[in-house]
């Protein structure tokens, strides 16, 4: 028999949530069970605000790291500027490269 997390304080059967479901919605998820398995979870808007808030800051962070990545016109500044390095080269400074 497996069992299943319930990440709720509360629970409602799907059937009592069918019968009237405005009294579910709160400030706290409540779960909701079909056969006594977690088949959703019910919250008011006020909480899912705060949810989709919270999502979005978290997602504004991860891509706020991508700005630290070099653009295309600075990969293709840094490519030209290497290019003009190795051709400045002398046969000494290439004894220290190997194939």
Same mark, same amino acid.
């Given at each position: 028999?497996? #069992? ?6 509360? #629970? ?5 949530? %069918? ?37 979005? #800051?978290?997602?504004?962070? %991860? ?5 630290? %990545? ?8 840094? %490519? ?20």
């Amino acid at each position: 028999m497996a #069992t299943h997390a319930i990440l709720a304080e509360k #629970t409602v059967s799907i059937s009592a949530l %069918r019968n009237n479901p405005a009294q579910y919605f709160s400030d706290q998820p409540i779960a909701v069970l079909s056969h006594n398995k977690p088949a959703g979870y019910v919250v008011g808007a006020e909480l899912f605000e705060y949810m989709m808030k919270v999502i979005e #800051t978290q997602t504004e962070a %991860r891509s706020f790291e991508a700005r630290f %990545r070099p653009s295309v016109a600075q990969l293709k500044e840094l %490519r030209a500027r290497g290019a003009e390095l190795v051709l400045e080269m002398t046969p000494e400074d290439m004894e220290d490269y190997e194939e």
